[in-house]
T-cell receptor, first 115, second 114 residues
C-alpha cells in the first residue's frame, strides 16, 4: 500500500542552522509529493510540491527533490529562522492523476528554532 | 479573497450530543475533504466529496456523517456514536480538474467533548 514515513521530532535548531527533515515513501507508479507546514493552532499550508522524478520543489528558502531511486523527498533549508518553527508534513498523492485527489500524510515533524 | 472558512474555531460539547462543524469554500473547487488530527499524529481522512450530492467514506468514517447539498459547503456532523470525538478537525478542498493534487486547508475547528 501507499505510505509516508517522516523522521521523528522534535527537531531543535539554533537560528541560521541547516535543516533537513527526512521523508521516505512507499507507492506504486509515480505519485506526486508534497510538503505542508502547520503553524500553531492553524490549518495546513502547502509549502512545496513535485510531480515527477528529479523535480525540485522550492518555496521560501525550502527545497525538496523527488528521488525515485531512494523513494525520498527530504526537506532542506540552508538557514532557518525562528519564524520557521512549525510542524512539517510530508504527503503523497498516488498516481494516476485526475479524479479523487487522495493525500496520504506522514505523522509530521515538529521543528523548534531558538534564537 | 478566496479561501476556506471553518467555524467555529473552538467548540465544546457534552458527551452524547451531536455537533455539526461548518466548512465553506469560495475557490470554486469541486472536491472537498474532512480530516481529523490528533496530537502528535498525521491527518486521517474522514469523508470526501468529489461533486455535489455525492460523498464517500474515508479511513475513519464511523461516528461521522456529512452532506454536500451545495458546491461551496461540506458540513461534518460528529455523532454521539463517535467514541473519541475530541480532536482538531480540518476541512480541505481541491480542484478536481487540476493535474496536481494539492489540497487547500481551512484553519480548523478544535472540538472538545466532555
Amino acid at each position: 500500500g501507499n505510505s509516508v514515513t517522516q523522521m521523528e521530532g522534535p527537531v531543535t535548531l539554533s537560528e541560521e542552522a541547516f535543516l533537513t527533515i527526512n521523508c521516505t515513501y512507499t507507492a506504486t507508479g509515480y505519485p506526486s509529493l508534497f510538503w505542508y507546514v502547520q503553524y500553531p493552532g492553524e490549518g495546513l499550508q502547502l509549502l512545496l510540491k513535485a510531480t515527477k522524478a528529479d523535480d525540485k520543489g522550492s518555496n521560501k528558502g525550502f527545497e525538496a527533490t523527488y528521488r525515485k531511486e531512494t523513494t525520498s523527498f527530504h526537506l532542506e533549508k540552508g538557514s532557518v529562522q525562528v519564524s520557521d518553527s512549525a510542524v512539517y508534513f510530508c504527503a503523497l498523492s498516488p498516481s494516476p492523476p485526475g479524479g479523487y485527489n487522495k493525500l496520504i500524510f506522514g505523522a509530521g515533524t515538529r521543528l523548534a528554532v531558538h534564537p | 479573497d478566496g479561501g476556506i472558512t471553518q467555524s467555529p474555531k473552538y467548540l465544546f460539547r457534552k458527551e452524547g450530543q451531536n455537533v455539526t462543524l461548518s466548512c465553506e469554500q469560495n475557490l470554486n473547487h469541486d472536491a472537498m475533504y474532512w480530516y481529523r488530527q490528533d496530537p502528535g499524529q498525521g491527518l486521517r481522512l474522514i469523508y470526501y466529496s468529489q461533486i455535489v450530492n455525492d460523498f464517500q467514506k474515508g479511513d475513519i468514517a464511523e461516528g461521522y456523517s456529512v452532506s454536500r447539498e451545495k458546491k461551496e459547503s461540506f458540513p461534518l456532523t460528529v455523532t454521539s456514536a463517535q467514541k473519541n470525538p475530541t480532536a482538531f478537525y480540518l476541512c480541505a478542498s481541491s480542484s478536481r480538474t487540476s493535474g496536481i493534487h494539492e489540497q487547500y486547508f481551512g484553519p480548523g475547528t478544535r472540538l472538545t467533548v466532555t
